[in-house]
C-alpha cells in the first residue's frame, strides 16, 4: 500500500522498512505543508524550527486531515512562531533534570529506578517535548560510551528497574538495542526493564521480528510505556502492531499522554483516546500535566481545568478507562497525581 499526498502523489510506501521511514520524514514546515495542501507561511515557522527541528514521519503525516491546519496530529509537529516567545516559568530544563545526572546518559529520579537516555533523537520531533533542550550531544552513542552508565548502574545496588529512554530508545536498531538489553540484564539486582517508546504509534514498522524475540527472549520482565495523545494517531496499521507486541510473554503495554490545548483538552476526545487504546489492548496509564520547558506554553491547559476533565471522564467512564493525571514536580521523590 502507498502514502500518498492530497495531490494523490506518491508519498511512500507502507512496505518499506523503519529505517526508510526514518530516512524520508519530513523535516521542514514547508514541506509539510507542501505535503498536507496547506498555504505556505513564509518565514513565520521558522522561530520554532530554529530551536528544534522539524521531524514528521510519513506513516504518522498519512493519519493528518489534508489541509486542515487545525489537524490535531499536525500541530503536533508542525512549528510555529509561538515557540519563538520566552514566556515566565518556562525553561529548558523544566525537570531540573541536569541535578540528577548520575553518569553521563543516566538519570536518577526516584529510588529504585534508573532512567538510561538511549538515544539522542526520537522517531518523530513533538514541539511540547520537555527534552527538546536537553544536551544530547553529552550522552552515550556507542556501545563503549555505554559503558560508564553501565557500570554506574552496577555499582548501585538499589536499582532494580532500568527504564530505557530518550530520544527514542528503539530508534537502536534491533541488533544494537539486543546487546544493551543483554548488558542490562547480566547485572543481578536488576529486576524490570522499562521502555519508553512513541515509535510504534509514528512508525509502526518499528515493530519487527528482532523486536519481538529480543523483547520475548529477556529474563526481565518488560514495560513498554507508549505515548499517544489522540484516537486519530491509533490507524489500523498502529493496530497491527499493537497487536504483534501483546504477543510478546510478559509485556505490559501502557500508554502516557500529555493534556495539550488544543489537541485533547476535552472530553470527547479523551473518551475517544481511551477506547481506542483498550481496543488495542493498551491500558491509558498517564495523562501528564504539561512539563514547562521553553517554547510550549501555547500547549498549556490550565489545572483546574484538567481536573475538571478527569472527574467528567471518572463520570461517564469505568475506571480503568481514566488514566492518572500527574505532573512532575522537581524534588519529589514520585510523581505527584493530581487526581
Ligand atoms: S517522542 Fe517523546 S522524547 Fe521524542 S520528541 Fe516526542 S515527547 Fe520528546
Not at 515557522?45 to 486531515?65: D, N, S
Not at 553501565?150 to 548501585?156: G, R, S, V, Y
Not at 530520544?167 to 539486543?178: A, F, K, M, V, W
Not at 517508546?197 to 509514528?202: A, C, E, L
Request: with cysteine; aromatic share 6%.
Amino acid at each position: 500500500m502507498n502514502i500518498v499526498t492530497p495531490n494523490s502523489q506518491f508519498v511512500a510506501s507502507t512496505r518499506w522498512t523503519w529505517q526508510q521511514h526514518v530516512k524520508a520524514a519530513i523535516r521542514s514546515a514547508a514541506e509539510l505543508r507542501r505535503v498536507l495542501g496547506l498555504p505556505l507561511r513564509v518565514g513565520e515557522e521558522l522561530a520554532g524550527e530554529r530551536q528544534f527541528e522539524t521531524f514528521a514521519p510519513l506513516p504518522f503525516v498519512a493519519r493528518m486531515e489534508p489541509g486542515n491546519e487545525a489537524d490535531p496530529l499536525l500541530r503536533q509537529v508542525l512549528p510555529t512562531a509561538a515557540e519563538g516567545e520566552s514566556v515566565a516559568g518556562f525553561s529548558n530544563d523544566p525537570n531540573a533534570e541536569s541535578e540528577v545526572s548520575r553518569a553521563p546518559g543516566v538519570l536518577q529520579k526516584y529510588p529504585g529506578r534508573a532512567l538510561l537516555i538511549a538515544a539522542k533523537t526520537c522517531a518523530v520531533n513533538c514541539r511540547y517535548c520537555f527534552r527538546r533542550a536537553y544536551p544530547y550531544e553529552s550522552g552515550p552513542t556507542s556501545r563503549e560510551d555505554w559503558r560508564p552508565s553501565l557500570d554506574q548502574i552496577a555499582t548501585d545496588h538499589s536499582i532494580e528497574e532500568v527504564i530505557l529512554s530518550g530520544g527514542e530508545p528503539l530508534i537502536n536498531d534491533d541488533t544494537r538495542l539486543e546487546w544493551l538489553v543483554q548488558e542490562i540484564s547480566r547485572i543481578p539486582h536488576i529486576r524490570r526493564l522499562r521502555i519508553h517508546s512513541r515509535f510504534p504509534i509514528v512508525i509502526p514498522q518499528r515493530v519487527t521480528e528482532g523486536l519481538l524475540e529480543l523483547l520475548s527472549d529477556t529474563r526481565l520482565p518488560t514495560t513498554m510505556v507508549l505515548h499517544t495523545n489522540h484516537a486519530q494517531e491509533l490507524g489500523d496499521d498502529v493496530g497491527d502492531a499493537l497487536t504483534k507486541l501483546r504477543q510478546v510473554p510478559r509485556l505490559v503495554l501502557l500508554n502516557q499522554s500529555v493534556l495539550l490545548r488544543g489537541i485533547n483538552d476535552s472530553v470527547r476526545v479523551l473518551t475517544e483516546l481511551s477506547w481506542r487504546l483498550l481496543e488495542f489492548g493498551i491500558v491509558p496509564y498517564y495523562l501528564h500535566q504539561l512539563d514547562r520547558v521553553t517554547g510550549s506554553h501555547h500547549f498549556e491547559v490550565e489545572q483546574a481545568r484538567g481536573l475538571a476533565l478527569i472527574e467528567q471522564l471518572r463520570n461517564s467512564l469505568p475506571g480503568y478507562a481514566v488514566p492518572r493525571y500527574a505532573v512532575e514536580v522537581p524534588g519529589c521523590s514520585s510523581k505527584q497525581i493530581l487526581a
